[in-house]
């Protein structure tokens, strides 16, 4: 998708993973340089999570020109989400990734170009929300963003992040800028924390009761397991019905993370007893640890495992060269202790002033979620809701099989025959071959009165499947109807010839009939 000369930068979107593995080099590359990204924006990281992501999603690539072999200097993953409601539908841009990062890849020289192109993309798109979720970006970067979004056609607000259970804010991000030597970190503690650091950490380096192992491929399984089951008895009685879709999700990532060289999990034991773990994300391009996860026994009124945890990794990540130790979102007091300076992310709505979809439309790409939605919702009952959805789907695709069919059925049901009829009867030029779609436009002529017409779409029904009793007996009630009942078997047996002669036996057996009428007999009582 080119957005126009003038720009000079052009846009290509991406939404499947074999294009997005041809990519990767090039991602590497602007990632490398580009001063701002981390480790949720890397192209390991993004590639893992959109191979298990359900639902649309897409990636803005900006390049100088259309030339095949020209890179992209920058990206922007995204993704789209569909609300039916009040009879219509609603969709959100949302950031695509998952943690607690999210925002663009881009070459630093090429910023002042291509961030007001994504902004102008998105702009032709069919949304009535865009979330920038976890955005963290430079305050440049945001205000070439959202400058092309004026406050005549759009609403902006800043998401407030602090939680009104215990007052954390998520929009404020600890990090540690690590030094080259571990005593050297130690030495910008305050004393107090030094000294506890150095005790703690004697208690499982020396061999005693405590020790601290790190996941290998053997133990990885039965770590994250550890990990998991504490970490959920921990939150479930606030996250709630959403924590066995979160124990499942993480579980996903974490196993590919680690499959992939991207997680550190040590584990600290009581003798036998595992009673804590940590899973940190390791950016080796970018040499940052990124705590992601926690979990411990409640039960265990030993040393504190949380601080010991983090200074294992703290000096593990300084005695391997990383120079970042990323605490992610949430100003939690324990983590000042460590020597954090704090960067803000900026979550950011912006919303359609008429709250509608951008061009009045549905986006083409959220198709297949607004069918799904809108047969759930018609199979509840919430039939306005169904009705808008699948209209939305025809007015973009107005031979979409699926909505033709669907549509059809809730307008027979509601008695709206004719209506119905137009749909049947162009799903029948869409899908010639699907014989529920003849049966469906026979019903509704029938209901119609329009006998001669339906007996014409059983015909056809039947020709494609001769062994469905329904055929048989809706043939014979248009016959009846139109007052030509001896006309019942010569309209069967042509219907059927010449390759279903025993359907016509199962037939007459399944209504009890002789193999030949007796003279004067109907074939079929009316």
Known sequence: MNIGKASAVHIDIIETLPLLAELEDNWNAVYDADDEAQIF????????????????????????????DTP????????????????????????????????????????????????????????????????????RRVR????????????????????????????????????????????????????????????????????????????????LRTLLRFWEARWRSRKGDRMDGLVRSNGIMLTRSFQSGMLYLPTFWHGDRPVAALATLVDPRKRTFSFYMTGRDETFDGPPSGVILHAFSIRHAIENGFSEYDFLRGNEPYKYSFGCAERKIRPTVLEARNGRNLGGRIDPRGIPDVLRQATELHRKGQVADAEAGYRRILEIQPR???????????????????????????????????????????????????????????????????????????????????????????????????????????????????????????????
């Not at 702009?123 to 963290?136: I, T, V």
């Not at 004697?202 to 996941?215: L, P, S």
């Not at 047996?493 to 002669?501: H, Q, V």
């Open 144 to 223: 070439l963003l959202l400058a092309c979004f004026p406050k005549a056609g759009f609403r902006s607000t800043e998401v407030d992040m602090v939680s009104k259970v215990d007052g954390i804010d998520l929009s404020l991000c600890p990090y540690v800028t690590l030094p080259n030597d571990w005593n050297g970190y130690l030495v910008s503690l305050s004393t107090n924390t030094r000294q506890k650091i150095r005790r703690l950490l004697k208690q499982v380096d020396t061999t005693g009761e405590y020790r601290i192992t790190v996941a290998t491929p053997e133990t990885f399984a039965a770590d």
């Open 41 to 68: 924006l890397s192209w390991k990281f993004l590639n893992g999570f959109l191979s298990h992501t359900p639902g649309p999603w897409f990636i803005l690539a900006a390049k100088a020109d259309e030339a095949a």
């Open 400 to 526: 979409h099989a699926d909505a033709l069919h669907r549509l059809g059925q809730l307008l027979a049901a509601r008695g709206d025959f004719a209506a119905a009829k137009r749909l049947f009867r162009t799903l029948t030029t869409v899908r010639p071959d699907a014989a529920k779609a003849w049966q469906c436009l026979g019903q509704v002529c029938e209901s119609l009165g329009q006998h001669e017409e339906a007996l014409r779409q059983y015909l056809e029904f039947m020709r494609l499947q001769p062994d469905q009793p329904d055929g048989f007996v809706a043939v014979a009630k248009c016959m009846a109807k139109l007052g030509r009942m001896a006309e019942v078997n010569a309209a069967l047996l042509a219907a059927i010839e010449p390759a279903s002669a025993p359907s016509v036996r199962k037939w007459r057996d399944w209504r009890g009939l002789p193999d030949q009428p007796a003279a004067g007999e109907h074939s079929v009582s009316a």
């Open 72 to 139: 992209y200097v920058a990206f922007f993953p995204l993704r789209l989400q569909t609300t039916i409601k009040n009879s219509d539908v609603f969709h959100e841009i949302r950031m695509a990734g998952s943690g607690d990062y999210t925002g663009i890849v881009c070459r630093p020289e090429a910023e002042n170009k291509v961030v007001p192109a994504f902004a102008r993309c998105i702009r032709q798109m069919n949304w009535a929300r865009f979330k920038l979720d976890n955005l963290r970006m430079s305050e």
